[in-house]
């Protein structure tokens, strides 16, 4: 596979953009500006905290009290306000690796970060997008300024990093553009490597690690399904992946692009150390170009095993973690790839270990594609080493962007699609609470008029048959006068011109049967919240 067959957005965004995000960008203004890193426009957080805060005017030709104008604003903080589904993260294209891997949560962890997420008291849904390349947190956040806050707290507190630190890092994004957003990672739209599949399984690991987890709720958990659908649909129609390479395959480019003249693929010892995902793809990009002998460092053999068993002519020596430092002293290009959460290969270790060989000027290469990192950052200090990370992917360009740019804007058009059906959907979930109040308003007045009518009656008219009835009496009446109300509360979301009726349908019923309650369904959710804590 040559260099020319990648394409690197390499963008950078700006952090937390500043102006009112909305869905007006078109299609070919996302494509053209994908190299900025979004033309949706973002917003800054500490901006729209501060731009949020209402003003109470004490005019004094009102005839309303100042202090019930505050009260009547207090108690109307959250009728005022819808849930909003909101993605606060970090990415490649604006923050350095340094960052990325105090906040990188592992798999096996992100269901204990959507219970702490959605232990505060403003979010409701929560979900964990972490790899090498972004970090986002996807939540449905019952007060939008307040659930960002607390967010951005959570992360700081997590992370060790201050939030005033973060905030120059973070992006924002709501409602639509946060919807698009995430359409746009699971179709690779938003890689280092545009139209790269992996980033596709890591959403699918998104819903797997989600399912029984309370907290990755309805709007989460289909917003996700719909992401895997249109990061599907977008591969099939447009083969924007067709050529495109992955993190493993352009480390093994950049590797090769540093050898010195004299090194080659043929005489460089290789080192893997870590057989995931990750490493098994290094390994066979390197046997793609050639390379006939590696070394294969991993906690177990039999991970190894599995890969030397589908890679033939190819000699692939197993190595125990125990014997990690033996094997790099050993070594001329190591590749590193696993979970760890803390650095394999320190400066100290390093130091020590025989310079490489003659061909590679005696310097050894390290490419480490982890985060957090494999290899720690003061190794690069050593004059008999380089290191490179997956920030310094970037060199890796493609000769065919305008290919990937033509293909990018017909999976736009896929994505908006896409994007309109699902926050049709999304609105069609408005009219539930509706539904129930009006089934339980229905209910009540069932109860109290079959209660009235056996009332009346004498005990020797009333027997279990005379009961069940006029029970069952008032439940027909009563299905049937709400079958026509509720067919109208429902619809599939795809139809705009439904959606919009059923809408207006919901709140008229609100109005004509008094169903819009002083405390509002956010605010009820909210104290329950805080009265179950300690």
Known sequence: MAVSTSFFSGGKSEPFFLKHCSS?????????????????????????????SSTIRCDASSSVDPLQQLKTSAADRYTKENSSLVVIGLSVHTTPVELREKLAIPEAEWPRAIGELC????????AVLSTCNRMEIYVVALSQHRGIKEVTEWMSNTSGIPASELSQYLFLLYNKDATQHLFEVSAGLDSLVMGEGQILAQVKQVVKAGQGVNGFGRNISGLFKHAITVGKRVRTETNISAGAVSVSSAAVELALMKLPDQASHGNARMLVIGAGKMGKLVIKHLVAKGCKKMVVVNRTEERVSAIRDEINDVEIIYKPLSDMLECVGEADVVFTSTASENPLILKQHVKELP????????????VDISVPRNVGSCVDDLESVKVYNVDNLKEVVAANKEERLRKAMEAQVIIGEESGQFEAW??????????????????????????????????????????????????????KMLHGPM??????????????????NMHALNRMFGLETEVSVLEQKIRAKVEQKP
């Open 24 to 52: 007006s960008s078109s299609s070919f203004s996302y494509v053209t500006t994908h190299l900025s890193f979004h033309g949706r426009n973002k917003k800054s957080l500490v901006q729209s905290q501060k731009g949020s």
């Open 119 to 126: 232990g505060l008291n403003h979010i409701e849904e929560a």
């Open 355 to 366: 310079f490489a060989s003659e061909e590679m000027g005696r310097k050894r290469l390290f």
């Open 426 to 479: 999304r609105d069609s979930l408005e009219t539930v609470p509706t539904i129930k109040k009006l089934r339980a308003y229905a209910e009540r007045l069932r109860i109290a008029e079959v209660e009235k009518c056996l009332g009346k009656m004498s005990d020797e008219d009333i027997n279990k048959k005379t009961q069940k009835a006029v029970d069952d009496l008032g439940r027909g009446i009563v299905n």
């Open 487 to 504: 067919q109208h509360l429902r619809c599939d979301g795809s139809d705009s011109r439904t959606l919009s009726e059923t809408l207006e």
